[in-house]
């Protein structure tokens, strides 16, 4: 009797639901190296602002035009398209330079990135392609895709980057506080399977 009891009493242990796993976060520090390693290019729409110390009159806001270039004051027109910041540093110091201007200490920011883009698609309300700003989220882009479809697969959210390489990401989890959010480069993908369940 006491033998088909505990028999019983152990066939039930096994029988009470299964938790499922805590999410495994991505590697942040990972992502963190690489959007450092990576650097961003400038492309038509983007908005550069050019710092030349000591010559106010050379400091100025440029939106880069469709054909990838800027135009300074006694510089002329600059090819900048497909170029870093620190290149298009480089060779604006060096043209002043050659243009008759000491040692020219010249700094570049991008204020604007627009030629970079992320992408969302799958089940989301509205996928598309919008511009990248740094600091992007992967919770950010699925709000500007205006949030999930009933049917999304939250917590298998893929990112694909650039690079080729592949990041599954539990958004849900993130809507949560169980993991933290997921910062995206520019020219990632974000792929939001559907769930089948």
């Known amino acids: 009797m006491f033998r088909a009891l505990f028999v019983g ?3 039930l242990s096994g029988c009470r639901g299964h938790r499922a ?9 990972a992502i963190r190296e690489e959007l450092a390693r990576r650097k961003s290019f400038i ?3 983007d908005m550069v602002s050019i710092q030349v110390y000591r010559h106010k009159d050379l400091c ?32 604006i110091a060096q043209r002043l330079g050659d243009g008759g201007i000491k040692n020219p200490q010249v700094a570049v920011l991008i ?7 992320v992408s969302v698609y799958g089940e989301v309300k509205k996928p598309g392609t919008f511009p990248y700003e740094s600091g ?15 049917t999304a697969q ?18 849900r989890a993130i809507g949560l ?9 520019p020219g990632d993908i974000v792929y939001v399977p559907e769930s089948y369940f």
């Open 9 to 11: 009493l152990l066939l």
């Open 177 to 185: 506080g169980q993991v933290p959010n997921v910062p995206l480069m």
């Open 111 to 117: 204020k604007k990135l627009i030629s970079a883009k």
């Open 60 to 91: 100025l806001d440029q939106v880069v035009s469709e054909d990838g270039t800027i135009s300074l004051p006694t510089v002329g027109e600059i090819a900048v398209s497909g170029k870093t910041r620190k290149n298009l540093e480089d060779e």
């Open 21 to 29: 796993p805590a999410p495994t976060p991505p590697d942040l520090e």
């Open 154 to 171: 939250q917590d298998a959210v893929v990112i694909i980057h650039a690079s080729g390489e592949r990041l599954e990401v539990p958004v």
């Open 43 to 45: 492309g038509p729409g």
């Open 136 to 150: 992007m989220t992967v919770v950010q882009a699925i709000t500007l895709a205006a949030g999930f479809e009933k």
